[in-house]
């Protein structure tokens, strides 16, 4: 999977080099390019951004400058995704849809967003990670890309995205390791019987029990929780 990001903070995303993303780029599951959007600035002070036509407060990136750092990534087959307060909220079932793309190329927005001129040539989704504002796409594209990548083979252990949260629309069950005894709370008794089946059938249970308390929206959702139907 090849992420390309255009952006004004190229520096942000030395952060994904930690972790389980980090390791994915190490072993070249996943490569992660990105594009200073200031480098195909048109002027000598660098300039991007320009005041609103029609007045009115702050600063939109020009559209000459962000066509032009899209142009040294695009290609064909890519996918470009736009990340904004006023895209389609981004889900588990949206990610599982968009790490189905080989490549896709992000644009962060600053200031007051980007001429619409250019979102409308290569914007082909606009996308949220969340009703709330914040200063740039950057947070929502590491966000996106981190959830992505999860799917993409190789980057997790086998197993570990069948078993979690969402995949079949519930929550987690409990998990419990070392000590036995903390504070005196004991380990629930069946995990540690041995037998798997009773253990499964207990880990749905709670899943269902925990889904129902802490997000009964969920169990309304078409396609979730059939097995305790
Ligand atoms: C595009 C347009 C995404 C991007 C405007 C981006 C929240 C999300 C931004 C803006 C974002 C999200 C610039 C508008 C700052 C507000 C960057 N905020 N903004 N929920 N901000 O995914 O002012």
Redesign the pocket.
């Known amino acids: 999977m090849k992420f390309d990001v255009l952006t004004l903070f190229p520096e942000m995303f030395e952060i994904m080099k930690q972790s389980i993303f980090g390791k994915a780029m190490e072993k070249g599951i996943i490569t992660l390019q990105t594009v200073n959007i200031r480098d195909f600035s048109k002027d000598k002070h660098k300039k991007v951004d320009d005041t609103p036509y029609g007045g009115g407060a702050g600063m939109v990136m020009m559209p000459d400058v962000v066509y032009d750092a899209y142009q040294s990534v695009a290609s064909k087959d890519a996918k470009v995704i736009y990340?904004?307060?006023q895209?389609k909220s981004l889900n588990q079932k949206k990610v599982e849809e968009l790490a189905k793309q080989d490549h896709l190329i992000i644009l962060c927005?600053?200031?007051?967003?980007?001429d619409q001129r250019v979102l409308d040539k290569i914007v082909d989704e606009e996308i949220?990670?969340?009703d709330?504002?914040?200063?740039?796409?950057e947070i929502?594209a590491m966000v996106l890309m981190d959830s992505v990548s999860r799917y993409v083979e190789g980057v997790l252990k086998e197993d570990s995205v069948k078993e979690e949260s969402f995949s079949n629309g519930l929550l987690e069950y409990p998990q419990y390791t070392r000590p036995e005894i903390f504070q005196g709370e004991k380990v629930p008794e069946i995990l540690l019987t041995g037998h798997h089946g009773n253990i499964e059938k207990w880990r749905q249970e709670q899943a269902f029990k925990i889904t129902k308390q802490k997000r009964p929206d969920l169990l309304k959702e078409k396609g979730n929780n059939e097995v305790q139907i």
């Open positions: 990340m904004s307060p895209g927005g600053h200031y007051e967003g980007i949220s990670i969340g709330y504002v914040l200063t740039g796409g929502p």
